[in-house]
């Protein structure tokens, strides 16, 4: 099998919510919109998207938003941050360097989802030595 793009599908009752918040403050894009299902795609990443639908449909469960995370990779996290916070995203975690070789900090969408976003850092030593054991050579 040969993927050509990624989506997730959030059921939700916040639909409108949801499109304003990821394309105001991640730069979507709509592709799709109808009563029941909005589509976004990442600007500039059109293999990656995310889609909500409202929950009474035969194809999914009400989703409620817990234990989901999305991570974003971007260039400049310390920038992402300040902008978000100036926008008036409430920020879920703080910044923090993770060990594991990551700056981040986590916002939730409207939907209660975390949005987990990092730019990479050198890791520590011992994590640094994990990721060499599966290096192949």
Known sequence: MQIKRVDST???NKLQE???FYMKHFDFQLVY???WY???IAKDLPTNGISFTLPQREEGEFFNGKGLIISFQVDDVDAEYKRLKEEGVIIYQEMQNKHWGERSFVVNDPNGIHLYIYTPICPTPEYQKIYDSFKQE
């Open 18 to 20: 949801s499109k304003e």
């Open 10 to 12: 959030i059921n939700t």
């Open 38 to 40: 909005i589509e976004l």
């Open 33 to 35: 919109e109808s009563d």
